[in-house]
């Protein structure tokens, strides 16, 4: 996606061969224009899968998830981090470790929210190591419903989470990848719709 290159390259901060900084567009700031089209080009990619929910993680993961389920007509579901008291009865749970902060977070959400016959299209801000996304695909599975595919608007392909999202059987769709982040720039993969 073009558009979200072009920020990437005017506004991303490479902060170590691993760790990219958006946050004046992404994980702070938020860019509502490119976040529609963000939406736009989820939907566009998974507009024939019969998506009846998007999932998501908060916070970074909720603007671009709720853009994709806007264009593709329903609802979006944030999983927590933190457990809320409201949260009580009929919770689903996983374990997520995170890659930016180093710490483990058990996620939730409730079930009332997801059932067997959704078809359930998972977005998140960043792939690196896969975690949150495996951690996301638990939960629907623990829902018993499936995983239509899971959406990603940076993909860091030299970690390992693409590799291994993908080894799992699961249709991934990045609308930025990149190779490498090595000497303090950003190097984009060539590949087609990257
Ligand atoms: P994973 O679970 O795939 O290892 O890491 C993905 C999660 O970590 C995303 O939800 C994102 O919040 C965070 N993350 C991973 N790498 C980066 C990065 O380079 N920059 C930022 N801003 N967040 C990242």
Same mark, same amino acid.
């Given at each position: 996606?073009?558009?979200?290159?072009?920020?990437?390259?005017?506004?991303?901060?490479?902060?170590?061969?691993?760790?990219?900084?958006?946050?004046?567009?992404?994980?702070?700031?938020?860019?509502?224009?490119?976040?529609?089209?963000?939406?736009?080009?989820? &939907?566009?990619?998974?507009?024939?899968?019969?998506?009846?929910?998007? !999932?998501?993680?908060?916070?970074?993961?909720?603007?671009?998830? !709720?853009?994709?389920? !806007?264009?593709?007509?329903?609802?979006?579901?944030? &999983?927590?981090?933190?457990?809320?008291?409201?949260?009580?009865?009929?919770? !689903?749970?996983?374990?997520?470790?995170?890659?930016?902060?180093?710490?483990?977070?058990?996620?939730?959400?409730?079930?009332?929210?997801?059932?067997?016959?959704?078809?359930?299209?998972?977005?998140?801000?960043?792939?690196?190591?896969?975690? &949150?996304?495996?951690?996301?695909?638990?939960?629907?599975?623990?829902?018993?419903?499936?995983?239509?595919?899971?959406?990603?608007?940076?993909?860091?392909?030299?970690?390992?989470?693409?590799?291994?999202?993908?080894?799992?059987?699961?249709?991934?769709?990045?609308?930025?990848?990149?190779?490498?982040?090595?000497?303090?720039?950003?190097?984009?993969?060539?590949?087609?719709? &990257?």
């Amino acid at each position: 996606m073009d558009l979200l290159k072009q920020k990437i390259n005017s506004e991303g901060t490479v902060l170590s061969e691993h760790v990219l900084k958006v946050d004046s567009f992404i994980n702070h700031q938020i860019d509502p224009a490119l976040m529609v089209e963000i939406g736009k080009e989820f &939907a566009k990619r998974f507009k024939d899968n019969q998506i009846t929910k998007v !999932l998501t993680i908060e916070s970074s993961g909720i603007a671009p998830g !709720l853009m994709a389920a !806007l264009e593709l007509s329903v609802p979006v579901i944030f &999983a927590r981090k933190r457990k809320s008291l409201t949260l009580v009865n009929d919770v !689903l749970t996983s374990t997520v470790h995170s890659f930016t902060k180093n710490e483990t977070n058990e996620i939730s959400v409730s079930s009332k929210f997801i059932n067997s016959t959704d078809n359930v299209l998972i977005i998140d801000d960043f792939l690196a190591n896969g975690q &949150a996304a495996l951690g996301l695909a638990d939960l629907v599975q623990q829902a018993g419903a499936n995983v239509a595919g899971i959406g990603i608007v940076i993909e860091k392909s030299f970690q390992q989470g693409r590799q291994l999202l993908n080894e799992k059987g699961y249709r991934v769709e990045s609308l930025a990848r990149i190779q490498s982040l090595e000497n303090g720039k950003v190097t984009f993969s060539e590949e087609v719709g &990257a």
